[in-house]
């Protein structure tokens, strides 16, 4: 048996199905059908224990970790698991795909995660939407009634400084027979084309959307220092990545000095939160996250009154964050340039110019649908 017990004293009981370990984390729920083996490497949940809502994980086993020609993992989105528990309600004991190399359970074990299944997940997800999200610990013991429990939280540190590279790494475009379909046929090998990289907790399908472009990357730590770089790159990428913005103030100086020098500057996920901050703008935690793989996101063009007032196009996007950008505090020159159709919550910002720009959802997808991957184009575009 084991247990979660919430930071209010709520406890959920079922059957231990990961490693027998404890764990203490924040509570969020995602709302994907599939796609847990892509979840659950996204160096987002870093520090989070993870709820799935859909009844049955597990089904269809977890892929080989083998890196590709690049040197990371080619069917995962980074190179270990970062929740620090799972929760479910019921996890399949068997598999079935023919890329599948591993049960879930034995992958959970590999990598040290716990996990509980025959939890009533609805109800926890209800508690969750009602109260928010809140701190939990994973005990591998039944407990009954309800518990208090003194838990870490992982929002007290800096966690975009423990998933963050740890030096500057550069990807060149190179055809090869691991990257069988990752360069679209009959393109030239490189567009010339480079961008330095802000690893907050990059997703590798970043990575490859950049590099089957035929753009080369220079991925560098989260603090890394473009004043002094060597590099010739021509633009600036902010990743996705865990925790409270604000705690990011090196990689807010960065993008304040790119935006000085006027710099092609794309941001994803926490990186559309990180260029609000860099112009001035605010975030704030929203109350449970957007966190699944069917949100709907409106994206807004310049009407003739000059505002950016019509509703170009409604895409079906991929999320994961807990925080989101104030609408109200975007300086001049600056625009909402998405919004998510059933909050009405900002899901990305543009500068006039179109040189500089962020979303809040994963066009690179992984899992969810790939509505938005035209946001690379778009990118490769401005960077001359």
């Not at 996007?317 to 340039?337: M, R």
């Not at 690379?376 to 401005?382: N, R, T």
Request: hydrophobic share 35%; proline share 6%; aromatic share 10%.
């Amino acid at each position: 048996m084991a247990s979660l017990i919430l930071a209010d004293g709520t406890v959920f009981t079922g059957e231990s199905f990961g490693a027998p370990i404890d764990a203490d984390g924040e509570v969020v729920f995602n709302t994907g059908m599939a796609g847990y083996p892509e979840s659950l490497t996204d160096p987002s949940y870093e520090g989070q224990i993870l709820v799935f809502t859909y009844p049955l994980i597990g089904n269809y086993g977890v892929p080989t970790e083998e890196k590709n020609a690049y040197g990371f993992a080619d069917h995962l989105e980074s190179e270990r698991i970062h929740v620090c528990g799972v929760i479910m309600e019921q996890g399949s004991e068997h598999f079935s795909h023919q890329a599948a190399a591993s049960s879930l359970r034995r992958w959970l074990e590999h990598h040290k995660i716990p996990a509980i299944s025959g939890v009533d997940t609805r109800a926890l997800t209800k508690k969750l939407r009602e109260h928010g999200v809140m701190l939990g610990r994973i005990t591998q013991k039944a407990v009954s009634g309800t518990q208090k429990a003194e838990i870490e939280d992982p929002n007290l540190k800096n966690l975009v400084a423990e998933v963050s590279c740890k030096e500057l790494v550069t990807y060149e475009p190179q055809p090869s027979p691991s990257d069988a379909g990752l360069r679209p046929a009959g393109k030239e090998n490189s567009i010339g084309k480079s961008v330095v990289v802000f690893d907050c907790g990059i997703k590798n399908n970043i990575l490859r959307s950049f590099l089957k472009r035929g753009v080369t990357v220079h991925r560098v730590p989260w603090n890394y220092d473009l004043a002094s770089s060597p590099l010739h790159y021509d633009g600036v990428f902010i990743s996705n990545g865990p925790g409270d913005p604000k705690k990011c103030d090196a990689t807010i100086r960065q993008i304040r000095w790119s935006l000085e020098k006027k710099l092609p500057t794309f941001g994803i996920c926490l990186g559309n939160q990180l260029l609000a901050l860099a112009i001035g703008g605010d975030t704030f935690k929203l109350k449970y996250g957007h966190r699944g793989v069917n949100q709907p996101c409106v994206e807004w063009e310049l009407g003739k009154s000059g505002t950016w007032e019509i509703g170009k196009r409604c895409i079906i996007t991929s999320q994961n964050h807990g925080f989101a950008v104030k609408p109200d505090q975007l300086p001049a020159g600056w625009k909402i340039w998405f919004t998510n159709a059933n909050d009405g919550t900002v899901e990305g910002i543009r500068h006039e110019s179109g040189q500089f720009f962020s979303v809040q959802f994963h066009p690179e997808a992984t899992p969810g649908p790939e509505d938005a991957n035209y946001l690379f184009d778009e990118f490769v575009k401005v960077l001359g």
